[in-house]
């Protein structure tokens, strides 16, 4: 089955600086590739996803990047504010329906 | 409805009692998922519906858990005689058949076991 991997499990920025967190996916069949911000308590919520057939996409000051030969995908959060503080989660799905998810990210932006 | 509806949104129970969870997925989302999320920890995947298919059930822990699904709306997932270590959120998902994207979740069900 799929295994995805995250790194790092915790990263802290000043704020206005960016924010890069990476996955590895081991499934060559996964297609899909999303990207999930979760504050304490809450449901994950879908920020930003990518599918196989690009290889970025942008969405204000966020952005995610897929390397479909290496298994790697990238989200990027540029000018980082406090309210970006959360957990965020990859995942990839592909041939089985199901996101496998990562282990999670714990960002912090201090002010 | 609007969103995928979970209820109850808190639950404390007893060591070795069964409890059962409740999922309302997106009206004509036909797949839907159940994903538990421990204090601290990621998503890990317990079970996935899809239509009238069987359900892929690989990710159940135990043969404590089990889940079922009415038609394409209501499931319930059930965990027999609670242990402390099922103590978690139980988050359901639900998506569109059409394509393998677009997947939303509920708010989850908070379950302690004590």
């Known amino acids: 089955g799929e295994n995805v991997e995250q790194h790092p499990s915790t990263l802290s920025v000043q704020e206005g600086d960016s924010a890069v967190i990476k996955c590895t996916y081991s499934d060559s069949a996964s297609n899909y590739f999303p990207w999930y911000k979760q504050e304490l308590g809450k449901r994950p919520q879908l920020i930003i996803d990518?599918?196989?057939?690009?290889g970025e996409k942008k969405d204000q000051r966020i952005a995610v990047t897929l390397n479909k030969t290496a298994k790697h995908f990238s989200l990027h959060i540029t000018e980082t504010q406090p309210e970006d503080s959360a957990v965020y989660f990859c995942a990839a799905s592909g041939s089985a329906r199901q996101l496998t998810f990562g282990s999670g990210t714990q960002l912090t932006v201090l002010p | 409805g609007a969103g995928v509806s979970q209820s109850p949104s808190n639950k404390v129970t007893e060591k070795g009692k069964d409890v059962e969870l409740r999922c309302d997925p997106i009206s004509g989302h036909t797949a839907l998922y159940w994903y538990r999320q421990r204090l601290g920890q990621g998503l890990e995947f317990l079970i996935y519906f899809q239509g009238n298919s069987a359900p892929d059930k690989s990710g159940l822990p135990s043969d404590r858990f089990s889940a079922e699904r009415t038609g394409e709306s209501v499931s319930t997932l059930t965990i027999q005689r609670t242990q402390q270590e099922d103590s978690a959120v139980y988050l359901c998902?639900?998506?569109?058949?059409?394509?393998?994207?677009?997947?939303?979740f509920g708010s989850g069900t908070r379950l302690t076991v004590v």
């Open positions: 998902a639900s998506r569109r058949t059409a394509d393998n994207y677009g997947y939303t």
């Open positions: 990518i599918r196989s057939n690009v």
